[in-house]
Protein backbone atom coordinates (compact mmCIF):
# COMPACT_ATOMS: atom_id res chain seq x y z
CA UNK A 1 0.00 0.00 0.00
CA UNK A 2 1.15 3.33 -0.91
CA UNK A 3 0.64 5.98 2.56
CA UNK A 4 2.47 8.07 4.33
CA UNK A 5 1.95 8.46 8.28
CA UNK A 6 1.91 11.97 8.75
CA UNK A 7 2.40 15.03 11.47
CA UNK A 8 -1.18 16.94 11.07
CA UNK A 9 0.39 20.18 12.02
CA UNK A 10 2.60 19.73 9.28
CA UNK A 11 0.86 18.58 6.69
CA UNK A 12 -2.35 20.80 6.69
CA UNK A 13 -0.62 23.47 5.01
CA UNK A 14 1.11 21.60 1.98
CA UNK A 15 -1.23 18.29 1.29
CA UNK A 16 -4.84 17.09 1.84
CA UNK A 17 -4.94 14.30 4.44
CA UNK A 18 -7.15 12.07 6.32
CA UNK A 19 -7.47 11.12 9.73
CA UNK A 20 -8.20 7.38 11.27
CA UNK A 21 -9.94 8.11 14.10
CA UNK A 22 -11.14 5.92 16.82
CA UNK A 23 -14.85 5.27 18.34
CA UNK A 24 -14.76 5.73 22.33
CA UNK A 25 -11.12 7.11 21.96
CA UNK A 26 -9.67 3.13 22.06
CA UNK A 27 -6.31 4.15 20.27
CA UNK A 28 -5.10 7.67 19.61
CA UNK A 29 -6.01 9.15 15.89
CA UNK A 30 -3.56 8.25 12.89
CA UNK A 31 -3.09 10.41 10.12
CA UNK A 32 -1.84 9.93 6.68
CA UNK A 33 -1.72 11.07 3.05
CA UNK A 34 -2.00 9.06 -0.06
CA UNK A 35 -2.84 8.11 -3.93
CA UNK A 36 -4.63 5.22 -3.10
CA UNK A 37 -8.30 5.10 -4.47
CA UNK A 38 -9.53 2.55 -1.99
CA UNK A 39 -9.02 4.92 1.21
CA UNK A 40 -10.47 2.18 3.48
CA UNK A 41 -8.06 -0.38 2.16
CA UNK A 42 -4.69 1.76 3.04
CA UNK A 43 -6.74 2.33 6.84
CA UNK A 44 -7.03 -1.02 7.25
CA UNK A 45 -3.10 -1.43 6.52
CA UNK A 46 -2.55 1.29 8.91
CA UNK A 47 -4.18 -0.25 11.69
CA UNK A 48 -3.08 -3.53 11.55
CA UNK A 49 0.53 -1.63 11.58
CA UNK A 50 0.15 1.05 13.66
CA UNK A 51 -3.02 0.13 16.58
CA UNK A 52 -2.87 -3.39 16.52
CA UNK A 53 -6.35 -3.63 14.82
CA UNK A 54 -8.48 -1.69 16.54
CA UNK A 55 -12.00 -2.03 15.98
CA UNK A 56 -14.48 0.98 15.63
CA UNK A 57 -12.29 2.94 13.10
CA UNK A 58 -13.25 5.56 10.56
CA UNK A 59 -11.53 8.19 8.26
CA UNK A 60 -12.11 11.80 8.16
CA UNK A 61 -10.64 13.86 4.91
CA UNK A 62 -8.91 17.46 6.07
CA UNK A 63 -8.60 19.47 2.94
CA UNK A 64 -4.93 21.47 2.16
CA UNK A 65 -5.17 24.52 4.07
CA UNK A 66 -5.31 27.56 1.96
CA UNK A 67 -2.95 30.56 2.95
Given at each position: ?5 V ?29 A ?5 V????V ?8 G?R ?9
Amino acid sequence: MDYKLVDPKEEAFHNEYFEISFDEQRHKSLYFTSNAEILEDVAAEIVARHAENTPGWRIIPHPKIQH
